[in-house]
């Protein structure tokens, strides 16, 4: 009896060694180039992306963020919510929009919050209930664009004043 509680005891142990050898060996696999851009910059942007999000995008915005506000500013150096919308989409999109955000608001095809997709512009009210800011929608309410105190940044349509100052949303042909 002696001689079986070894042999099956021995075998036991061989086979907890081997397998604690296959589980050092087993890796999960590294994510691919993509998943691992668009955890970065899930992470780095505080928005999760699935993946079919446009790259290029997501590169010029992360350029674009920390970028002082200034009025009537147009560079990296100093830019206003109007030109962030219009460098954008001039870079990524290759498409000329007017300069100011009334007249992109005349120049895009309008939609309903709630048909907000990646590139859609939101349109915020000012107190004399006019258009007086322009962002660019990325996804799951968040939207980039630029504060007279933080310069470019993304933020919520959730957050209790761009909830309260939402005027409209547009889209703009040929992103999509």
């Known amino acids: 009896m002696t001689s079986t509680w070894r042999t099956t005891s021995l075998l036991l142990l061989c086979l907890m060694i081997g397998a604690c050898a296959l589980l050092r060996t087993a890796r999960l696999p590294a994510p691919s180039p993509d998943q691992a851009f668009y955890d ?46 219009q460098a954008v989409f001039k870079e990524v999109y290759g498409i000329s929009l007017p300069r100011s955000s009334h007249e992109m608001y005349q120049y895009v095809q309008k939609i309903k919050k709630h048909d907000l997709r990646e590139a859609d512009l ?26 007279t105190a933080q310069g470019v940044k993304i933020s919520s349509l959730n957050e ?8 409209a949303a547009g889209r703009v042909q040929g992103t999509g």
Request: with cysteine; charged share 20%.
């Open 40 to 85: 970065t910059y899930s992470k780095k942007f505080g928005i999760r992306f699935s993946g079919t999000e446009n790259r290029k995008l997501i590169l010029v915005i992360d350029q674009w963020l920390g970028a002082p506000y200034r009025l009537g500013g147009c560079s990296k150096s100093g830019v206003d919510c109007s030109c962030l919308v």
């Open 122 to 147: 939101v349109f915020l009210k000012g107190p004399d209930k006019k258009i007086s800011h322009v962002g660019i929608y990325l996804k799951d309410s968040f939207f980039v664009h630029v504060t």
């Open 160 to 167: 209790p004043c761009y909830k309260k100052s939402f005027y």
